[in-house]
Nanobody
Framework: QLQAFGGGLVQAGGSLRLSCAASGLTFSNYPIGWFRQAPGKEREFVGGISRGGSITSYADSVKGRFTISRDNARNTVYLQMNSLKFEDTAVYYC????????????????WGQGTQVTVSS
C-alpha cells in the first residue's frame, strides 16, 4: 500500500514537501509516479522516479520547480514543490508502476490515497 501525506495550505510562491510511504511491498522494485487531480479536471502526471532514484521525469508544467527523490531504506518517495502557483492546487497521489518514465495512469498498478494541496493566490 501507498500513502501520500504532507499536503496543506500554502501561499503562492511558497514550498511544500509531500511524502509517499509504502508498506507491504518491496518498495525498491517499483518506479514511483506522482499525479494530481484538480477539481473538474482529469488526473495528470506530475513526475516519476526510477527504482534506484537515478532517473526522474517531470511534466513541463512543474519542471524546474518540483523535485522527486526517494529513500528506499525508508520506503519513502518525496515530492519537493517550490515556487508554488495557484494552478498547482489539486489532490496529489503517488502510485507504483512497472515502467520507468511512464506517464499514463494505466501504467501504474498501486495507488495511494491522495493529499490535498491548496495554493492561495
Amino acid at each position: 500500500q501507498l500513502q501520500a501525506f504532507g499536503g496543506g495550505l500554502v501561499q503562492a510562491g511558497g514550498s511544500l514537501r509531500l511524502s509517499c510511504a509504502a508498506s507491504g511491498l518491496t518498495f525498491s522494485n517499483y518506479p514511483i509516479g506522482w499525479f494530481r487531480q484538480a477539481p473538474g479536471k482529469e488526473r495528470e502526471f506530475v513526475g516519476g522516479i526510477s527504482r534506484g532514484g537515478s532517473i526522474t521525469s517531470y511534466a513541463d508544467s512543474v519542471k524546474g520547480r518540483f523535485t522527486i527523490s526517494r529513500d528506499n531504506a525508508r520506503n519513502t518517495v518525496y515530492l519537493q514543490m517550490n515556487s508554488l502557483k495557484f494552478e498547482d492546487t489539486a489532490v496529489y497521489y503517488c502510485a507504483a508502476g512497472r515502467t520507468v518514465g511512464a506517464r499514463l495512469i494505466r501504467d501504474y498498478d498501486i495507488w495511494g490515497q491522495g493529499t490535498q494541496v491548496t495554493v492561495s493566490s
